[in-house]
């Protein structure tokens, strides 16, 4: 199809437009981190013209930027200081992403290519553990947690934010190994490979871009967790959502302050996803069998 | 090099029977094609034969050994897929070395194995590639590459042609019976193509719904069909069918179709008022402008060296060839001579052959 110049500024101009209206709310947020508290509720508000201060994110981060340092209090009397909160964070969400992937494409693999007595029950059965809404476990899990001395530590929030994800990852994974034909795996078990050879050297490789996308679904799923981050962690450990919420106090809210962990919050999955976009295209199985 | 042999092999899938009492012997170096139409179950005898579906019933043995419940990898056979299967993350001569890789050969003689394969296919200056940066052609011989590299004692090829245009097809088809004729592996060659299955084979397994219709040199298949079911499905333009009955004239029996009465040879076994389906190849119609039979043309088509034309004879439509080019148009009347020696004769009911 021919597009005139005119269909093409107006097509041009559809596709800014959306895009503004979806990186506006995060542009607003990024300003609020920026902003002293009484440019943030200025009206009408001020979208470009506002004095920049890094202060919200000295005091979350316990650093200096040029200014006076001093960790501040908060008006509740909890602490500012949210540099380990972060890495607590990532190093859930990486442990939790990295536990959930691997054994979730071991699975996957198993159900797309080995058949066995009662295997759609299996998959519907995989499947049901995600309809129970969470906060239904949430309470019985709590003391699981505390018998087992698993409460307010990485393993157990890891586990559980791994368990919380394998279901979606298996289903999704099994239908990405569904696409790769199976007659490759036939081939090379004639050719004399093993099944985990098969898995390794030919299948894995092909995968990539379905496990890279599971693991930005496991990784965006606990990075952005709450319910079971809050109710299984105690002072050893918090997550940067459960955390946000201490902003809030009932003396008032430190807007500066939660936008400015909330945009460093941004990082760390930006950063993740950069990493794994390049195995997200689409096409490694290109040239293996004529379609 | 070994023999195949079949006894009396079933396939259940679940509760349903796809196969029963399939019972053949394929000898060692031959070229066996099983020829049939889509779900006739070749396919599935194959992926047997190779291991990849087991066994319901039944016994397959490879050079004598009996292979009902030995692993894939452990029959020595190589299989060429339909789709060709390639390992798309592995270059051309990964893809071939893979089977040697994985049974540890050392570095040189792989080299000279893929070497040797990639020289009789002519694939040497693709060693370097993906699969993905060739051509179907190319990719259909690194395929065959993988097989060749292995030395197999049977090779299985599950239609692979079916996925390369029609002037590559023919191309193919020459140069693997070409290479059958040099290594003498036993071959078993899927195929619903009846042309690939007439110009390769030492022998054709005719497939129907599960069961053998017929097993024989492709001259026999063509020339003494078993069945309407083989005489249909080999040759093209495919064969004509007459419904009609015997009637017995001055003393030898003749087949008699509305007006047409064509004396049969006075050998045939048949009995006088017989209702009979008469079989008789395009090829086998002689047009001509004079002759005992008048038939009206309905339409020409010429293919360059010869002239399909359809005919009606008393309302029934008869295809025939006719050498070089035949000028007529739609309505002319044409006549044609038939030797009753190429007449095909089976019985109505059976559809089994009784000449």
Redesign the interface.
């Known amino acids: 199809m021919v597009l005139t110049p005119a269909q093409r500024l107006l097509r041009a101009i559809a596709a800014w437009a959306v895009v503004l209206l979806f990186a506006f709310p995060i542009y607003y947020w990024i300003t609020v981190s920026l902003k002293l508290g009484r440019d943030i509720f200025a009206i009408p508000p001020k979208i470009f013209n506002f004095e920049a201060s890094a202060k919200s994110y000295e005091e979350v981060f316990g650093i200096s930027l040029g200014f006076e340092q001093g960790i501040a209090v908060l008006p509740g009397g909890g602490d500012f200081y949210m540099a380990p909160r972060l890495m607590d964070s990532i190093v859930i969400a990486v442990c939790s992403t990295a536990l959930a992937v691997v054994i979730a494409t071991l699975a996957a693999y198993a159900l797309s290519r080995m058949r066995f007595r009662g295997q759609h029950h299996f998959v519907f059965w995989i499947l049901s553990t995600r309809m129970m809404p969470p906060v239904a476990v949430a309470i019985p899990m709590f003391f699981i947690y505390k018998d087992f001395g698993l409460l307010d530590t990485y393993s157990g929030v890891v586990l559980v934010h791994a368990l919380m994800n394998m279901p979606l990852a298996v289903l999704l994974l099994k239908s990405f190994f569904d696409d790769i ?1 199976k ?2 795996d ?8 093993s099944r985990f ?1 098969v898995f390794r050297k ?1 299948v894995l ?2 995968a990539m871009g379905g496990i890279a996308a599971t693991a930005v679904l496991c990784f965006i799923f606990s990075w952005t967790e709450f319910l079971f981050a809050l109710t299984l962690t105690q002072t050893g450990l918090k997550t940067v959502p459960v955390v946000s919420s201490t902003f809030v106090t009932s003396t008032g809210t430190a807007w500066g302050n939660m936008a400015a962990l909330g945009t460093a919050a941004m990082l760390p999955a930006f950063v993740f996803i950069l990493l794994v976009q390049k195995n997200l295209v689409r096409g ?7 379609q | 090099m070994a023999s195949v042999e079949y006894e009396r092999v079933g396939k259940s899938f679940g509760a349903v029977k796809v196969m029963e009492d399939i019972s053949f012997t394929i000898s060692d170096q031959k070229f066996v094609v099983l020829l049939g139409p889509s779900g006739c179950g070749k396919t599935t005898l194959l992926r047997m034969t190779a291991g990849l579906e087991t066994i319901s019933d039944g016994e397959i043995r490879i050079g004598g050994k009996l292979m009902n419940k030995v692993h894939p990898r452990d029959r020595d056979i190589a299989m060429v897929f339909q789709n060709y299967a390639l390992y798309p993350t592995l270059k051309v001569f990964d893809n071939i070395a893979f089977s040697l890789q994985v049974r540890r050969q050392s570095k040189e003689e792989i080299k000279k194995q893929v070497d040797w394969a990639a020289d009789l296919l002519n694939l040497t200056p693709y060693l370097d590639r993906y699969p993905k940066e060739l051509s179907g052609g190319q990719r259909q011989r690194v395929a065959m590459g993988r097989a060749l590299v292995r030395h197999p004692q049977v090779f299985l090829f599950d239609e692979p042609l079916s996925n390369l245009d029609a002037k590559l097809r023919g191309q193919m088809r020459y140069e693997i019976r070409r290479l059958h004729d040099r290594l003498q592996t036993t071959t078993i060659y899927v195929t619903h193509d009846q042309i690939e299955a007439m110009t390769m084979a030492d022998e054709i397994v005719v497939m129907r719904d599960g069961e053998i219709e017929q097993i024989g040199t492709p001259e026999e298949i063509y020339d003494r069909p078993a069945n309407c079911f083989v005489a249909d499905f080999i040759g093209s333009p495919s064969i004509n069918f007459l419904q009609g009955d015997i009637q017995n004239v001055a003393g030898t029996p003749a087949f008699h179709t509305g007006s047409m009465v064509l004396p049969l040879p006075t050998e045939t076994v048949v009995r006088t008022g017989q209702k009979v389906t008469c079989g008789l190849r395009p090829v086998d119609v002689a047009v001509g402008r004079e002759g005992p039979v008048k038939a009206e043309v309905i339409l020409v088509e010429s293919t360059g060296a010869e002239s399909h034309l359809l005919l009606a004879i008393d309302g029934q439509e008869i295809r025939a060839v006719a050498q070089g080019r035949f000028r007529a148009k739609p309505g002319d009347t044409c006549a044609l001579s038939i030797d009753p020696a190429t007449l095909h004769l089976f019985d109505a009911s059976s559809e089994q052959r009784i000449n």
Do not use: F, H, R, W
Request: no cysteine; glycine share 10%.
């Open positions: 034909p007659e490759i036939e081939a090379a078990l004639i050719d004399g490979a050879l030919l490789p092909m490694l199985t290109l040239g293996s069998v004529k």
